[in-house]
T-cell receptor, first 122, second 108 residues
Framework: EMQLVQSGGGLVQPGGSLRLSCTAS????????MSWVRQAPGKGLEWVAN????????HSVDSVRGRFTVSRDNAKNSMYLEMNSLRVDDTAVYYC???????WGGGPFDPWGQGTLVTVSS | EIVLTQSPGTLSLSPGERATLSCRAS???????LSWYQQKPGQAPRLLIY???SRATGIPDRFSGSGSGTDFTLTISRLEPEDFAVYYC?????????FGQGTKLEIK
């Protein structure tokens, strides 16, 4: 069974940093684009960032560019999201997702991780 | 940035009825790059439809997708109790890979 298991997250003060991890099982991360998608409390879904199969390319939404860094370690079958200079409006559940079209970075997204809550508050 | 507008915001129907959900894009999307997701409270979203009309693995055939260009539709032929949830469309063609704001399908 293909599965994504996330860890990290929690409460952090504005301006602080946090690192999220996502480990895949049932498939090899190295053959897929991977993304992070977030959902603020009671709101809709927002694509955050992605990383190409070998990590040679990454892309992100304007609101996090320069603050968030997505990376991967294919040997560990894992992806990471390093979040710096966190703001209150970064508060959300963060999901790691696999892009099920190996040739394309935008999706469709399947499967999804279980999600991890990041709360930015003083 | 491509904006996806879903309508209606909330749809109130009864089990057994037919549901029609709309997703309109601010510019043309190649059909291969429009997906639909279902999200239930407290759960991660689940892929339902990709390429505008192809069902994902394990998705019942009462779910169907159609459309092209800027107008897309998700249809649920006969609603089951477990279908009441929030549904999102997503375009996968241009970064940032945007989602619609969602349609909440609630029991009437």
């Amino acid at each position: 069974e293909m599965q994504l298991v996330q860890s990290g997250g929690g409460l952090v003060q504005p301006g602080g940093s946090l690192r999220l991890s996502c480990t895949a099982s049932g498939f090899s991360l190295s053959t897929y684009w991977m993304s992070w998608v977030r959902q603020a409390p009671g709101k809709g879904l927002e694509w955050v960032a992605n990383t190409k199969l070998d990590g040679s390319e990454t892309h992100s939404v304007d609101s996090v560019r320069g603050r968030f860094t997505v990376s991967r370690d294919n040997a560990k079958n894992s992806m990471y999201l390093e979040m710096n200079s966190l703001r209150v409006d970064d508060t959300a559940v963060y999901y790691c997702v696999r892009g099920s079209n190996p040739a394309w970075g935008g999706g469709p997204f399947d499967p999804w991780g279980q999600g991890t809550l990041v709360t930015v508050s003083s | 940035e491509i904006v996806l507008t879903q309508s209606p915001g909330t749809l109130s129907l009864s089990p057994g009825e037919r549901a029609t959900l709309s997703c309109r894009a601010s510019q043309s999307i190649y059909s291969s790059y429009l997906s639909w997701y279902q999200q239930k409270p407290g759960q991660a979203p689940r892929l339902l439809i990709y390429g505008a009309s192809s069902r994902a693995t394990g998705i019942p055939d009462r779910f169907s997708g159609s459309g092209s260009g800027t107008d897309f539709t998700l249809t649920i032929s006969r609603l089951e109790p477990e279908d009441f949830a929030v549904y999102y469309c997503q375009q996968c063609v241009w970064s940032p890979y945007t989602f619609g704001q969602g349609t909440k399908l609630e029991i009437k």
